[in-house]
């Protein structure tokens, strides 16, 4: 009987423990879902090994980066390398807080269209405040057809190179992390949109 009680009252005190395990991890989820997010500024990007922020014209490719573009996009295999800022503000209760993202899902809507989308598989430590993310991630081009749209590769090119101030399509950049708790990984249910 002594036994039994004793069991009982370990399991009663684990599922107490679990219990308030998972209320911090709601509330961890919660203050992050809830968090306002905005670019502040990327200050590299290469696709598959090319510098491409340095880029305004066709001319400005090498033969060479041309090619190993046009393949990588052909095969819907671009990679892509990014130092970002990534601007993160939380409520002033929960400003204290920092959350691991596991994995961050993304994607980037051209005018409400998908365009590209893709995965970041390394962690990545966000707190309050202006946050440095060093991303590598695979990139895939929306398909029309089965095959890589190219629509899709001419509306981002022409995003990226206006600079005449003529009107840019509505660009949304969506994530959807990951996070780490203290009962596992936890997605965050839907995606959040990035300010520009």
């Not at 002594?2 to 989820?29: E, M, P, Q, R, Y």
């Not at 919660?30 to 598959?48: M, Q, R, T």
């Not at 033969?63 to 990588?72: C, I, K, N, P, R």
């Not at 629509?151 to 950049?173: A, F, I, Y």
Request: aromatic content about 6%; glycine content about 6%.
């Amino acid at each position: 009987m002594i036994k039994k009680t004793n069991l009982l009252s370990f399991a009663l005190l684990l599922g107490i423990a679990f219990f308030a395990f998972s209320c911090g991890t709601k509330s961890d989820v919660d203050a992050f879902k809830e968090a306002k997010y905005s670019l502040s500024g990327i200050n590299e990007v290469k696709l598959n090994g090319v510098n491409v922020l340095n880029k305004k014209r066709p001319e400005d490719f090498s033969l060479g980066e041309a090619a190993l573009l046009f393949t990588a996009f052909s095969d819907n295999n671009l990679s892509a390398y990014s130092s970002l800022g990534l601007n993160v503000e939380l409520d002033e209760a929960n400003q204290e807080r920092s959350m691991t993202v596991t994995k961050l899902k993304w994607q980037l809507l051209l005018d409400g269209k998908q365009t590209l989308s893709g995965i970041v598989d390394e962690p990545v430590e966000l707190r309050h405040g202006l946050n440095t993310i060093n991303v590598r991630t695979p990139i895939r081009i929306a398909e029309e057809n089965g095959r890589p749209g190219y629509n899709n590769l001419l509306r981002l090119v022409t995003m990226l190179t206006k600079t005449d101030g003529t009107s840019r399509p509505d660009v949304v950049l969506q994530i959807k992390p990951t996070i780490q708790t203290s009962v596992g990984p936890v997605e965050v249910p839907s995606f959040i949109n990035v300010r520009n």
